[in-house]
């Protein structure tokens, strides 16, 4: 029996608030600083060159793609897309205050936001099965890669937002050097990569952590440790990912 998805509406909603918000805060800018302004203002190597951000682009083409989706009349009753439920206006939502809240400042709360954000995601793609359910290609394509590419994301950002505030917050670091530190980060961001590759074969949310961690280490070319420590951890992400699908082949679209 088919599932009529309820959230069709709330999704396409709320995703516009998202995209209003993100373009108030790019055009105006929100109190006068661009998101972008306010992370180089942060002393930390947790934070990729600036073309790293132009990620979002495709974030938000593919979440386009997915609300279009789940709005044709062929898929407002398709099981796949009903197990998502409310988590995506949720992640919408949560977006859009992270963006107000880290834009005025507000690093406590703009962490909780990304948390929240982070939570939401985590939950569709669980709901999802990614990369344990067949689906359609263009379930796949317009849903589960996504959806994926969002994930991988906001992992690396969930990370860059918390040594944001602890850097704000003025923590030492117990002494530890902040390269140091950066190695650290990195090691647990590759350990959630072989978590994911190793589970679910998920090509997307690896290529995005690669993509972020190259960037780090472009950023910082004068840092050997950072430099060198970014590239490595990028090469252990692509390694993993190129073992587990070698190993065990990701699950046949229908």
């Known amino acids: 029996m088919k599932n009529k998805n309820k959230f069709v509406g709330p999704n396409a909603l709320t995703f516009l608030v998202t995209l209003v918000v993100n373009f108030l805060a790019t ?6 600083m661009t998101t972008r302004e306010i992370s180089d203002s942060f002393d930390i190597y947790f934070v990729p060159a600036g073309y790293v951000f132009s990620i979002w682009g495709l974030i938000y083409l593919g979440l386009i793609s997915f609300i279009i989706f789940q709005s044709l009349p062929n898929n407002r009753e398709n099981d796949h897309v009903a197990k998502i439920g409310p988590w995506f206006a949720v992640s919408n939502l949560a977006n859009a205050l992270w963006l107000v809240s880290f834009h005025y400042q507000q690093f406590a709360l703009a962490m909780v936001f990304m948390l929240v954000l982070l939570v939401s995601l985590i ?3 669980l709901r999802l099965g990614i990369g344990k359910t067949r689906v359609t290609a263009a379930e796949n394509w317009l849903v589960n890669v996504p959806f994926s590419l969002y994930l991988g994301w906001i992992t690396v950002a969930t990370i860059a937002n918390a040594t944001q ?3 704000f917050i ?3 670091g117990f002494g530890i050097a902040p ?3 950066l190695v650290i980060m990195l090691i647990a961001a590759v350990i959630i990569s072989a978590m994911m590759s190793l589970s679910r074969r998920n090509i997307p949310h690896a ?4 993509w972020a961690f190259t960037g780090i280490a472009v950023k910082f070319p004068n840092v ?8 490595a951890a990028a090469g252990a992400v692509i390694l993993l990912l190129v073992f587990a699908l070698l190993s065990k082949p990701g699950v046949a679209e229908k």
Do not use: A, H, Q
Not at 224 to 231: C, F, G, K, M, Q
């Open 27 to 32: 055009s105006l800018p929100l109190n006068n």
């Open 123 to 125: 939950t569709i793609f």
């Open 165 to 167: 505030l602890l850097y």
């Open 170 to 172: 003025r923590w030492n």
């Open 179 to 181: 390269e140091v530190w």
């Open 207 to 210: 290529l995005v952590l690669v």
């Open 224 to 231: 050997p440790l950072v430099n060198i420590s970014s590239l």
